[in-house]
């Protein structure tokens, strides 16, 4: 069974979003702009992960050679899909449930879209790719804007007061810290051996 969550995360994550979003699209009327932007938000993580991990694929192989410098199996790359879809999954379904009544959460998630946007762009100068593209840029700068739209309405409607844009990224970067926890768990590696291995990067 856990190998077969490994090798089809990315499959399962996606048919049980898109059966998510179908079922809310059927049945839930009257969605408010932050249930919407939730909803818009999931799908455009379908399509980020799909640009990123597999058409045309490779965010991952770009880490492995340029950050990690290390050979990964198989089944490691396919298993770090559903840590990060279980990421994903809580990223997005908590601020549609309990965002209009905490606007913290959807500040948690607009965060994790401009990081993903900005983290895209960041890869090209980090890895000196000869192409301006990272596997999973063109949607992430979609994640980009709609995080700046987000935390735009949540500022202009008064929906938010100074501690939920204050510790909404802070939300954002706990669940992060925990999903990359987690990934360094799987290949073997501790936080201070991949900001040295970056660290190195850089200074090449």
Same mark, same amino acid.
């Given at each position: 069974?856990?190998?077969?969550?490994? $090798?089809?995360?990315? /499959?399962?994550?996606?048919?049980?979003?898109?059966?998510?979003?179908? @079922?809310?699209?059927?049945?839930?009327? =009257?969605?408010?702009?932050?249930? #919407?932007?939730?909803?818009?938000?999931?799908?455009?993580?379908?399509? $980020?992960?799909? /640009?990123?991990?597999?058409?045309?694929?490779?965010?991952?192989?770009?880490?492995?050679? =340029?950050?990690? #410098?290390?050979? @990964?199996? !198989?089944?490691?790359?396919?298993?770090?899909?559903?840590?990060?879809?279980?990421?994903?999954?809580?990223?997005?379904?908590?601020?549609?449930?309990?965002?209009?009544?905490?606007?913290?959460?959807?500040?948690?998630?607009?965060?994790?879209?401009?990081?993903?946007?900005?983290? $895209?762009?960041?890869?090209?100068?980090?890895?000196?790719?000869?192409?301006?593209?990272?596997?999973?840029?063109?949607?992430?700068?979609?994640? @980009?804007?709609?995080?700046?739209?987000?935390?735009?309405?949540?500022?202009? =409607? $008064?929906?938010?007061?100074?501690?939920?844009?204050?510790?909404?990224?802070?939300?954002?970067?706990?669940?992060?810290?925990?999903?990359?926890?987690?990934?360094?768990? !799987?290949?073997?590696?501790?936080?201070?051996?991949?900001?040295?291995?970056?660290? #190195?990067?850089?200074?090449?």
């Amino acid at each position: 069974m856990g190998k077969f969550l490994k $090798h089809y995360a990315l /499959e399962i994550y996606t048919v049980i979003s898109m059966l998510l979003i179908t @079922l809310v699209a059927m049945f839930m009327d =009257n969605l408010t702009v932050i249930q #919407q932007a939730a909803v818009w938000v999931a799908f455009l993580c379908i399509l $980020h992960e799909w /640009e990123e991990g597999r058409y045309p694929g490779g965010f991952l192989d770009l880490m492995q050679k =340029n950050v990690l #410098q290390m050979e @990964l199996d !198989t089944d490691t790359k396919l298993g770090s899909r559903l840590i990060t879809a279980v990421f994903i999954f809580v990223i997005t379904i908590i601020p549609f449930f309990f965002g209009d009544r905490i606007p913290m959460f959807p500040v948690a998630m607009a965060t994790f879209c401009i990081f993903e946007g900005c983290i $895209h762009v960041a890869g090209i100068k980090i890895f000196k790719l000869e192409k301006p593209y990272t596997p999973g840029l063109v949607t992430a700068e979609f994640e @980009l804007v709609s995080g700046i739209f987000l935390i735009v309405y949540l500022a202009v =409607n $008064h929906l938010g007061a100074w501690y939920d844009y204050t510790f909404g990224p802070f939300v954002f970067l706990a669940c992060f810290a925990i999903m990359q926890r987690s990934l360094m768990a !799987t290949i073997g590696l501790r936080y201070k051996d991949m900001f040295a291995k970056l660290k #190195q990067r850089l200074g090449k």
